[in-house]
Nanobody
């Protein structure tokens, strides 16, 4: 069982930066790939980024490539999403999830956080 808790969301102006974090309660954190996802009002949840347990493999959605950076600190059981050059269309609830790398890229996980709101004003 893995419990996940996101933090760090908030309100930021377009062009600004924000970092969200996800803390995991598990003794085997480095055995899980971790992913970030987002859901905007009236839209389906979408994949944002995924990182393997070792941190060596990373993938991003095309919409955030070059602006967002996913990273993890296995000593702290935490995964991060650094978001730069934010746009109003990045406004969404951001969720983290734990699981298998390929499964996460396909939006599948048994373990999800409760989400943190990110709002980008124009």
């Amino acid at each position: 069982q893995v419990q996940l808790e996101e933090s760090g969301g908030g309100l930021v102006q377009a062009g600004g930066s924000l970092r969200v974090s996800c803390a995991a309660s598990t003794r085997t954190f480095n055995s899980y790939a971790m992913g970030w996802f987002r859901q905007a009002p009236g839209k389906e949840r979408e994949f944002v980024a995924v990182i393997s347990g070792s941190g060596r493999n990373i993938d991003y959605a095309d919409s955030v490539k070059g602006r967002f950076t996913i990273s993890r600190d296995n000593a702290k059981n935490t995964v991060y999403l650094q978001m730069n050059s934010l746009k109003p269309e990045d406004t969404a609830v951001y969720y983290c999830a734990a699981g298998l790398y390929t499964a996460l890229k396909n939006m599948y996980s048994n373990y999800w956080g409760q989400g943190t709101q990110v709002t980008v004003s124009s």
